[in-house]
């Protein structure tokens, strides 16, 4: 969506708003919600107290022009995690006043051409004033507040794909997760992110990789078996479900050995990550289930950043075996949501 197209549909969507808004709307776009984020709590209490005083029953996602969107509050997430998402979502614009400028000559040419119905003189005079005054965030009218009673918080739009996913969450409390999916589709980053946002252990498929006497031919050549789902179930699933602590014991690859037990305290949340965590012999201890997914291009180049000396690895032995073993299970269709995290 250009900034033509943003202002139009601000305008469609509200067609009571006043220039105040529409200037808003733009700060927005430009400068997201760094302004606006102080500490936790403080975000918390504010969020509350908006969800009792406000009227707005909207659940809506709104994309903006930027790199954020508006989510309202009402959308379905707890406040916990519409705090957190709030706050991770503060950056500071490194270009956000070019940005702005562009917006304002955009929004002055729609005014000019009659487009909006708002004086072109005094709508100059008052964005002038704006910039003169370093363009501080502006509220929205009470005109705008009495007739749509907004209440919404910033987020970055690369949290978008993930929303339903939060939204279960927040609304079933489950115990255990898994993230299978693609090399590269981000199973990494999106369970460090839900361990940021929520109190709960991540167990890694990456740290079970085969002892050397396991890596027979026949097993290798078999779809989904390479990787120790046994000693997988044994160490981590079997007292996960017990709601027991949990010893675990890394295989380290530089060594080919496993190291010595960690132990990690039983959280009633859990995530499990990585490739071969639907292996069909671990799917009955999940409550959830995530595939993620990313095109073949951007998975290519993602893996070439990450590592270029491993580049052919991937390309040649480990995305040939992920794909024989998604195909011959069909895990994606196994999985209870399906997330690509290709760029758009």
């Given at each position: 969506?250009?900034?033509?197209?943003?202002?139009?549909n601000?305008?469609?969507?509200?067609?009571?708003?006043?220039?105040?808004?529409?200037?808003?709307?733009?700060?927005?776009?430009?400068?997201?919600?760094?302004?606006?984020?102080?500490?936790?709590?403080?975000?918390?209490?504010?969020?509350?107290?908006?969800?009792?005083?406000?009227?707005?029953?909207?659940?809506?996602?709104?994309?903006?022009?930027?790199?954020?969107?508006?989510?309202?509050?009402?959308?379905?997430?707890?406040?916990?995690?519409l705090?957190?998402?709030?706050?991770?979502?503060?950056?500071q614009?490194?270009?956000?006043?070019?940005?702005?400028?562009?917006?304002?000559?955009?929004?002055?040419?729609?005014?000019?051409?009659?487009?909006?119905?708002?004086?072109?003189?005094?709508?100059?005079?008052?964005?002038?004033?704006w910039?003169?005054?370093?363009?501080?965030?502006?509220?929205?009218?009470?005109?705008?507040?009495?007739?749509?009673?907004?209440?919404?918080?910033?987020?970055?739009?690369?949290?978008?794909?993930?929303?339903?996913?939060?939204?279960?969450?927040?609304?079933?409390?489950?115990?255990?997760?898994?993230?299978?999916?693609?090399?590269?589709?981000?199973?990494?980053?999106?369970?460090?992110?839900?361990?940021?946002?929520?109190?709960?252990?991540?167990f890694?498929?990456?740290?079970?990789?085969?002892?050397?006497?396991?890596?027979?031919?026949?097993r290798?050549?078999?779809?989904?078996?390479?990787?120790?789902?046994?000693?997988?179930?044994?160490?981590?699933?079997?007292?996960?479900?017990?709601?027991?602590?949990?010893?675990?014991?890394?295989?380290?690859?530089?060594?080919?050995?496993?190291?010595?037990?960690?132990?990690?305290?039983?959280?009633?949340?859990?995530?499990?990550?990585?490739?071969?965590?639907?292996?069909?012999r671990?799917?009955?201890?999940?409550?959830?289930?995530?595939?993620?997914?990313?095109?073949?291009?951007?998975?290519?180049?993602?893996l070439?950043?990450?590592?270029?000396?491993?580049?052919?690895?991937?390309?040649?032995?480990?995305?040939?075996?992920?794909?024989?073993?998604?195909?011959?299970?069909?895990?994606?269709?196994?999985?209870?949501?399906?997330?690509?995290?290709?760029?758009?």
């Amino acid at each position: 969506m250009n900034t033509k197209e943003y202002i139009l549909n601000q305008f469609k969507l509200y067609p009571q708003l006043e220039l105040q808004d529409l200037m808003k709307f733009l700060y927005q776009s430009s400068f997201g919600c760094e302004h606006l984020v102080s500490d936790f709590s403080t975000v918390k209490s504010s969020i509350e107290q908006e969800l009792q005083n406000h009227q707005d029953s909207s659940n809506s996602i709104e994309e903006l022009d930027g790199d954020y969107i508006r989510l309202h509050l009402n959308y379905g997430l707890n406040v916990n995690t519409l705090s957190t998402l709030f706050i991770r979502s503060c950056q500071q614009e490194k270009n956000g006043i070019k940005q702005l400028e562009d917006k304002i000559q955009t929004l002055l040419d729609l005014i000019f051409d009659n487009t909006l119905p708002f004086s072109f003189e005094k709508s100059k005079d008052l964005l002038l004033k704006w910039k003169k005054e370093g363009y501080p965030a502006i509220h929205h009218s009470d005109t705008f507040n009495q007739l749509y009673h907004p209440a919404y918080r910033l987020i970055h739009k690369k949290y978008i794909p993930f929303l339903e996913l939060f939204k279960y969450i927040d609304n079933n409390h489950p115990s255990m997760i898994s993230i299978d999916g693609r090399c590269a589709s981000g199973k990494t980053t999106l369970a460090d992110l839900l361990k940021q946002i929520y109190d709960c252990n991540v167990f890694k498929m990456d740290d079970f990789f085969l002892q050397p006497f396991q890596r027979t031919k026949e097993r290798l050549e078999s779809p989904g078996e390479n990787v120790d789902h046994e000693r997988f179930e044994q160490e981590i699933l079997i007292p996960l479900s017990k709601h027991e602590d949990v010893k675990l014991c890394k295989f380290n690859c530089s060594t080919m050995s496993i190291e010595h037990a960690i132990l990690i305290p039983y959280k009633p949340f859990n995530i499990i990550e990585g490739s071969y965590s639907m292996h069909s012999r671990l799917q009955k201890y999940y409550d959830f289930s995530v595939f993620l997914t990313v095109n073949k291009d951007e998975q290519i180049e993602r893996l070439r950043k990450r590592n270029p000396k491993m580049l052919n690895n991937f390309i040649q032995q480990w995305i040939p075996l992920e794909e024989a073993y998604f195909n011959t299970f069909s895990i994606q269709d196994k999985c209870d949501i399906q997330i690509n995290t290709s760029k758009a």
